[in-house]
């Protein structure tokens, strides 16, 4: 059986419809809501193994992933602008063999780097700043893909992409 793991780094639904499609195409999973930012680090794995999936659920911009602002001193990680930059990764332990980002901005070279060299084979996230409603089209075409028909990652983002505007399309990386 595959499995997932869905990071979601602030509260909303969004995490919850990605686990509902997830769960529907057979995918066990688990859902962790981060309460600080040196948690994300931390959050890769399934049951302290590796797992098919790792999913980000959240916002980002330029700057990175946006983590919820709290006062100095509460979390050993300290954020410049409550912003996971990708250099901020480093030393992470990634035990998914994809990591799918939800966030704007962070479909960037810099953030694929980070993410490889931290253990993923694939990562695959938003081009630029794509409309929130595409969201859902985009991810339940990729898990449809690769889960219900045995679909490659590859295959899977181009198919995806043509369901939205070309404005709101996913890029996909791959560890070379």
Known sequence: MSSAVIIALEPGD?????????????????????GKPSAVM??????GGSTDLAVIA????K???????????????DLVGNRLRATDLAGTDVDASTVISTACGTGTDAFAAAFLAAGAVWYIAPEDYPDGAAIAPIL???IHSVFGRARSWP?????????V?????FRLWRKT
């Open 155 to 163: 295959d899977a983002v181009a198919a995806a992409n043509t369901l």
């Open 58 to 61: 959240g916002h980002g911009d």
């Open 14 to 34: 969004e995490p919850l419809l990605i686990r509902s499609l997830l769960e529907a195409q057979g995918v066990d999973v688990q859902l962790r809501r981060i």
């Open 140 to 142: 339940s075409g990729l």
């Open 42 to 47: 931390t959050a890769f794995n399934f049951n």
């Open 63 to 77: 700057e990175g992933f946006i983590m919820p602002e709290m006062a100095r001193g509460i979390d050993s990680l």
């Open 165 to 169: 505007a070309p404005d709101n399309r």
